[in-house]
């Protein structure tokens, strides 16, 4: 790398559970060098005072956002929580190429938006321009792409699995029920009660049920690759677990339809993927196959009841499902090879 | 208690984590003596050897059961594993009443026995006249019974839940979807690679997809209940904790029906029990609020597809998934009040 | 118990999780009612609100404390941070007995507290009338006690198992190092980042080096019992367990003394303590052999290095060593046997 | 990479824990090609079927180490349990350069290795030449080394805190109390009833007291630092958590030394080393802090104990305390950067 000029990123909202998992897979990136970090509370600390795990890194301190120059910087990675990064991404300097990991931009119809966020979206012509950045999905969007909205953790796991059978025609659109678990890494680094070890630990409950702002993020994809309106059954759970998503989806077949055709439709679909993978046959995909790795894996199931199957998908919410697809569509964007500086492979145990 | 003559007590296999918490719930019971604990492997041990948690009780050490003279036993817990209980319990003496707590005796139909266990009955004279434990939905036979078999944690979180669901043709038989998530005490004391705490930690998976032998047990009572046979989708996933065990059930509600009629009919069925609660409008149960208790606890949601619900039940998968369910049959065999030595609250956190 | 009069307890505090570990044990004793629980934030809510798994009990809803007549009330467990409650409980009025589970009341020295607590300490004269709520060693002051303090958790756990040995001088008093370990429920339930799950699971740390408040508190009474002023090495660590408290102490043993001799100086110590338990020998204590229950389990093993030993001690923090304990208290003062509500046994795994 | 000769490596004992570790950093290692992997009872699985997590990469199957060819082998990296490795690796051709993660050449006193395995050591000529693995210590010996012996996951995080302050006459080398926390992982994957997750989650304790077989390691390497014999107070616990170690050591200071000095030495001692740091003034290690890194990380606290000094050493087992020092190791002997292959940085949450 020496002398090789690399991309300047800033990355904004660097204090949470994301923004580390970004830095930690950024800072090997031989492609892109950190050049800003910024915080809210924590501006003006050192990463490692914020993260300590990161001390030994050289990087700079957590700044305010409103205190950066953009001028020499190229790309921006935005984590902050729903409804602030739109205004922040908003005021930012037009040169950027913005990859935003927070929902602001991911849902493209502006009633939807207003109805699932409680208000009116506040850069409606940066909702429009926003490319969803399901890599594997929108690649030639993503390319010439100024503003990436990166799919949530459960969406991603979700239509992976699912775009390709919905695409098909392979099974019935209306009786889909996505049966969604995750650790508590999803929930955020910023305190609330019922995140404390001691509620989470030793227990496990679902929550957000049918209400969850992930359940028209899915249906928007589901929607437009089944060319018609359609509406799932999507509840997740918190499970005492730092990272790991795992999703248990019940589906009806089409007529005529096997499990079979399923698994060969997928890896079908998949077989050049360098992050999605389906399971061996007979192999249960489980979080701890994917931890800390950007692999979404896959598998289907012959279910008991006549004409319906059961799915699972898994990733890492923090990778796949956040900052390593972020990393990717940067990758896209910029000319790098997909994998670059995504290629560890998962901490097991 | 004091010169009250107490009933005489065996546990047959009480060296699982279902011995040990029928040990923990009976020692505390007043009107039950514990005379005999057996084990295979540990027989010898004295039972603090075993289990140091209980190494402060005066109870008998383990021994063999063949050692054993039951003359002046009363009754005979047995929690040995699925397929060693028949002959065993086969071999006791007729004086004896029974409360097994293995899956030997829960499916009533030879065939269906033999399907899912992959070989025939060893007792089929006992296989018929034994009582299913369900204890809420079996009272008046388990009173009488000299067998009772107690049902699986799975079972008793099911059916729990949509026994009163179906018997009222409240919801649509065909389209029920379990997603069930249960703790690591589930899977026993015995070794196995699988269960071991780096294989188990910090992850989860779904198990046992479409051929948990739970399956056939929740379909028989279910399919009494509706007067047809029926099938369920039923998946089970192990979740890293102890204990506890939450049901998350999707169904299709009967015509003209609502997700609040749900609610109503479990409430109506349910407000004399001691056992069964249903949450407070819009608390969604958890399993760390039962834990250690013989409680179950139910909720209802309405879900945002049109005509379905989403129902939740949970319980503690060793007290009223198995050990406590079975000492509340014993209350009501030898003419205790049900809640007898099970009033502990739950443990939390 | 029907008709029978119960004593009226009042439970200030009571929505952290002590204040929920002395609701579960204090509901299933016969000779106590709960006529009172206080809270702050939480004034006004039922207490399944706050704490979904007593939802079940029948008890009073959350007021805020000064708005409780006290005049029918016996007695108050007052179960505040430490620091608020010194100024509640001298507003308190006369007639009622007071058990406290705060740190207000521990230290007997004004300086003391003064240089811990960083200010001067508002109840002075009810500081000096407060009897120090170790049971098993102020049994007789105690039973007559206006004001009880009792002990923090660590100190429980190091002062039962080294008391005894520092009375009967069978070991080095300047050279007592204690690496004690807890489970994350002794941090209480108020909200901070370092205690989010994702903080906690998953690693371990120390915390509080050479500043933990439960440091003077034990050499408060280690001092008393070796009549001269000493000075303990203690280091406390954050576990990733909800409850469970184990300290490993190392010491050296006096002269012409064995690990042995410790040993047999515990056992003939604690022979009649209905809570207290020396394990078998070769038995090493785990904290999971308490877990749930009032018991403090001691162990003594021999060091490799000539003339020091290994002690072990394990409790429930939240039980023996707090709830548990004010309750144990509870009895002595009121004239209940002293394992009164105190009998549920472990609860494993 | 591409065209650029590779190493070839081969893995015995690639099924358990240490030896996936070493398949995820092999992997990645630019100047190294894993060739051969073997294994006991898994011997004809694919990877895949034993480590699903590593599935995804293109490695050989597992086979039975007695059917290699090892002609075209540069180096092998030797995973199998204690007491086995000695005569597998004596059989080995003598071109291998050997790396063994094993304890079997860890000792070089004939007399103390017989002590504590309980037998005589059946590879005498090697345990006399095999270098140990140390590497910020043994540096020059482990570049031309033919067999090392990389230290066990204890000793590692001992020696680096220790070896400096022995080394420079700073602690009393006579007093000196380790007491060690490890993470599940550490017991490795065979299948014992102590390891099962029940067993361990929600509980610790320590195990191995006074004869956990680390200790003359330990013991082995201060003893040749201090120019004389010394012994250590070491006492292991086991943590519920996978992986992470750390060790909390009580010292006295020498003669006018502070634990200031303490620090002031270990900084100066690896300011160049790129794996080992001592952490910022006032922070506290963590077992997070270094998860799935290279990383030691220390840490120097003042008692309040006069002239006593708290020391802490945290770092991953699987990594810096197993599979990556042996790669480390990997990278002197065949003169590649010491860092290569090993840049990851920690997982946090």
Not at 187 to 194: A, E, F, I, P
Not at 311 to 323: A, E, H, Y
Request: charged share 20%; proline share 5%; hydrophobic share 40%.
């Amino acid at each position: 790398m020496a002398g090789q000029a690399q991309l300047k990123a800033g990355i904004i909202g660097a204090s949470g559970y994301t923004g580390a998992d970004l830095i930690r897979l950024a800072a090997c990136h031989p492609g892109l060098e950190i050049t800003h970090l910024t915080a809210g509370k924590n501006a003006g600390a050192a990463l490692g005072e914020v993260f300590p795990h990161l001390g030994g890194l050289d990087l700079p301190d957590l700044s305010a956002t409103g205190d950066i120059d953009w001028t020499e910087t190229d790309v921006v990675f935005c984590g902050l929580p729903h409804g602030t990064s739109q205004e922040v991404i908003a005021a930012l300097p037009n040169h950027l190429k913005i990859i935003d990991l927070s929902a602001d931009f991911r849902l493209r119809d502006a009633d939807v938006y207003a109805e699932w966020y409680g208000h009116e979206h506040k850069a409606r012509h940066l909702q429009k321009k926003a490319v969803y950045g399901l890599t594997e999905f929108y690649r030639e969007d993503i390319t010439g792409a100024d503003l990436v909205a990166c799919p949530g953790c459960y969406p991603t796991a979700a239509l992976l699995l699912l775009l390709p059978l919905v695409a098909q025609n392979l099974i019935e659109v209306d009786d889909i029920v996505i049966d969604a678990k995750s650790g508590a890494s999803g929930g955020g680094r910023s305190v609330k009660q019922s995140m404390l070890f001691c509620e989470v630990a030793e227990g496990m409950h679902p929550y957000g049920i049918a209400h969850h702002r992930h359940a028209p993020e899915i249906e928007q994809e589901l929607s437009l690759a089944a060319a018609r309106s359609l509406i799932v059954s999507f509840t997740p759970h918190l499970i005492p677990m730092n990272r790991g998503e795992l999703l248990t989806t019940y589906v009806r077949l089409g007529k005529g339809v096997s499990a079979h055709d399923l698994r060969q439709a997928l890896i079908g679909r998949y077989k050049q993927e360098p992050f999605v993978r389906v399971a061996a046959e007979g192999q249960v995909p489980e979080t701890r196959h994917v931890r800390g790795s950007n692999t979404c894996l896959l598998g289907v199931f012959e279910d008991r009841v006549p004409g319906r199957a059961i799915l699972v998908s898994t990733l890492d919410n923090l990778v796949k499902g956040s900052s390593g697809q972020a990393l990717q569509n940067f990758n896209l964007m910029f000319g790098f090879d997909e994998t670059c500086g995504l290629t560890q492979h998962p901490l097991f145990p």
